[in-house]
């Protein structure tokens, strides 16, 4: 079997969800007429046409190459395409959309799901959490901004049958005429009042989900050491699981530092690229838990890599999903397959019908806080007509 083309697939936001933003995917096809799908992990804020282009720019590196031989295909590109050694979100990105839709092509070419082809299936089913709730959940989507909005929203999630879930108490300010918090803001010191509305928001949220499910909170790298301590003493005591991107993952010596002055969990990683990426954080022990990206990270090859390395430490993984069905579907095939996986990520976006209508399966949502695990080859998904009819797909090769 040969690759014999790969095009670059891009959704434009006009009608397909909340965000504006524009998923890049990339499809690759064969001699054989089996095809792979995979997701570049920059769908929100900016670098879409960059990665839609970079998929392009690597694709004459692939074509030609056994899609059976993932990790040669891995290799070739990370070793002949430059800027891989200098690491950066638009070329990992594109990589890890190439060696997912690999993934997915072996799968399909064998009949197997890629959990078996990875080593197995460790469990039938993923708990999940809800994840980023300040911008609502399900039927609610839109910013939330008082302390009722929050218990409004977290009511939801419970209803909808989850134990555990996440928000970002500082994504806006107090009401909408206030704007947004900026870097300004979050550097320095914070003030009575912010720290206060960050303790009404997650309190509201803890007093609303209760004692028994877990929280966790996310930061957004918003923060920088001094004002994440501030953050984390002052929300410490509503039995935070995890505190996440507390601080840029650039700075592993103060991601450190953070971990040793508070008590709550940190776990980092949807920023991070490759194993070298997270082994700072592993050696020094700062994370309780990593977030890689498939998209980003490097794909389904260096994922499952950097899922093994972080087991001989002793870390949980979650993955970091916040993309189209195709990145769901491939996380939770990695998620299945490895002994070390703590919960899964169920964005708001994921469980929006604007989404789940681009691909044809809809078992990826979760039903009663679990996702079931499926068993169909590859990664277990694909596009639907309707999004292969909207999408701007060039083409490289054939």
């Known amino acids: 079997m040969k690759i014999v083309s790969i095009e670059a697939m891009m959704l434009p936001s006009k009608g397909f969800n909340p965000t504006n933003s524009r998923p890049v995917l990339c499809r690759i096809n064969t001699d054989e007429g089996i095809y792979g799908l995979g997701e570049a992990g920059t769908s929100f804020a900016v670098g879409s046409d960059s990665v839609f282009a970079m998929i392009k720019e690597l694709s004459p590196i692939v074509i030609g190459m056994d899609p059976m031989e993932s990790e040669v295909i891995w290799n070739k590109v990370y070793s002949t395409a430059y800027w891989t050694k200098g690491n950066g979100p638009i070329i990992f990105a594109a990589l890890s959309a190439i060696d997912t839709a690999v993934w997915d092509i072996k799968g399909k070419a064998l009949g197997k799901p890629v959990y078996e082809l990875l080593g197995g299936k460790f469990r039938d089913r993923l708990r999940c959490y809800a994840s980023q709730l300040q911008f609502g959940f399900y039927d609610t989507l839109v910013p939330q901004y008082t302390e009722e909005d929050y218990r409004t929203v977290a009511q939801i999630a419970v209803d909808k049958g989850y134990d555990a879930v996440k928000v970002d108490p500082f994504a806006f300010r107090r009401a909408p005429s206030s704007g947004l918090f900026s870097t300004g803001d979050n550097f320095g010191y914070f003030s009575h009042d912010t720290l206060n509305l960050a303790e009404e928001r997650i309190g509201a949220t803890r007093d609303v989900i209760g004692p028994d499910r877990d ?49 709550i969990p940190l776990t980092n990683g949807e920023r991070t690229y490759l194993r070298q990426g997270f082994l700072p954080y592993l050696k020094d022990r700062s994370l309780s838990m990593l977030q890689p990206d498939i998209g980003i990270c490097g794909g389904i090859s260096e994922m499952k890599k950097i899922c093994d390395m972080a087991e001989t430490f002793d870390v949980g993984v979650q993955a970091h999903v916040c993309g189209t069905p195709i990145s769901v579907a491939a996380g939770v095939q990695v998620e299945a397959a490895i002994a070390n996986f703590t919960i899964h990520e169920t964005h708001v976006f994921s469980v929006q019908p604007k989404f789940t209508a681009l ?19 590859g990664i277990g998904q694909d596009l639907s007509d309707e999004a292969l009819e909207r999408m701007i797909i060039e083409k490289v090769g054939d």
């Open 215 to 263: 929280l966790i909170v996310e930061l957004h790298c918003a923060t920088n050491l001094e004002t994440a301590v501030q953050v984390a003493k002052r929300i410490e005591k509503f039995d935070i699981m995890y505190l996440e991107e507390a601080m840029d993952s650039l700075v592993p010596d103060a991601m450190k530092a953070l971990a040793d002055r508070i008590s």
């Open 359 to 377: 691909c044809k399966y809809d078992d990826f949502v979760p039903v009663d806080g679990y996702i079931t695990v499926p068993s169909r080859p």
